[in-house]
């Protein structure tokens, strides 16, 4: 395992991160399974882990902090907040009020009195990126956080947040989690660009598209539709097709498309890790046997060729970050004048 630094903090990371999202009821409901899961990837060499509050509603969390009795210290733990977590309109969200109970919660969840990347998971545009900032400043401050970071932040809230830390003396987001893939290339465009002029560490997550790139879902061939009603992509004719021509470039590489696709990830200099997120034993097996998978420049070059750097294929990731006035019609149109 080559271990690389996550942007400028001095912390090392593997390349591969183990994410927890299926850890807990919407995953893997077995928290002993999950739990010889997580053992074998940090015995694999594997030492970043990266969950979130919202997971099966603080299962993966508290599933994560059983896995790391007795091991925590040689292990990078990272977690995120802001998603809803309570019928409560202010059990979410980046205000002080929310940050200040939530950090408390994954803190005892997690079994452990200090997170070493705590980040946010979706911006807020309700809430003030300085209060934010001051909100996870004082954390850090008083030990309970080592560093912090953003999650599927727009390129330009990356900078104003770097410009509100330096201007008032805040602690800055020292990583970003967008969503990359060779499917979903649209943060070259602008997003990796920025966190490195800002020295940045990235964790990219979702590098397998959901499934799409893992060499099960082909088009013309029968999917569990249980995944279709969730994944609108796996129908999506335009990713289907391209899926199509990514196969052969695996073939004559000789890896499976598990293993291009992660290769892929983690070959831009931009992208510090990618987080894995088996259900299963045989899942985490596959993508460990590839973990030292590097790819050529021929083979780099007709991934570009098939998909273009900067671009996206297919609809938008229902899980991305929109601004508000993409999903209220209202806030696109001027009132009518009096």
């Known amino acids: ?49 990266d969950t979130a509050d919202v997971y099966s509603q603080g299962e993966s969390e508290e599933i994560v902090g059983k896995a790391l009795k007795g091991r925590r210290d040689n292990v990078v733990l990272a977690t995120k907040l802001s998603r ?65 970071g953003s999650s599927t932040m727009p390129a330009s809230d990356i900078v104003e947040a770097q410009w509100v830390a330096e201007r008032r003396g805040l602690e800055r987001f020292r990583a970003e989690q967008p969503a990359y893939s060779i499917l979903s290339r649209a943060i070259e465009y602008e997003v990796l660009p920025v966190a490195q002029r800002y020295g940045m560490g990235v964790l990219v997550w979702s590098p397998l598209a959901k ?9 013309g061939q029968a999917t569990d539709l249980r995944r279709v009603g969730l994944f609108r992509q796996f129908r999506d004719e335009r990713m289907l097709d391209v899926v199509e021509r990514i196969v052969p470039v695996a073939e004559e590489a000789g890896l499976p498309m598990t293993h291009l696709a992660m290769a892929f990830a983690i070959a831009h200099p931009g992208v510090t890790s990618a987080i894995i997120g088996p259900r299963t034993m045989e899942q985490l097996d596959d993508l460990l046997a590839g973990v030292d998978v590097t790819l050529g420049d021929d083979v ?25 006035a993409l999903l209220d019609p209202s806030l696109r149109r001027r009132p009518a004048a009096r």
């Open 1 to 49: 395992m080559r271990y690389r630094t996550l942007g400028r903090t001095g912390i090392k990371v593997s390349p591969y991160a183990l994410g927890a999202m299926m850890f807990g009821a919407i995953g893997n409901p077995d928290h002993d399974d999950a739990i010889r899961i997580i053992h074998k990837a940090l015995d694999a060499g594997i030492n970043f882990v």
């Open 84 to 148: 809803p977590m309570g019928d409560d309109l202010n059990q979410r969200g980046n205000s002080r009020r929310w940050i200040m109970r939530a950090v408390e919660d994954s803190l005892r969840r997690l079994r452990t009195d200090h997170i070493d990347l705590y980040q946010i998971h979706r911006p807020d545009p309700d809430t003030d990126v300085e209060d934010t900032l001051s909100a996870l400043t004082d954390l850090v401050r008083s030990g309970k956080v080592r560093a912090i």
């Open 211 to 219: 499934g799409m790139l893992t060499g099960r879902i082909r088009k």
């Open 300 to 324: 780099l070059d007709r991934i570009d060729e098939i998909v273009p750097p900067g671009t996206d294929v297919g609809p938008r990731d229902e899980a991305a970050y929109l601004p508000p």
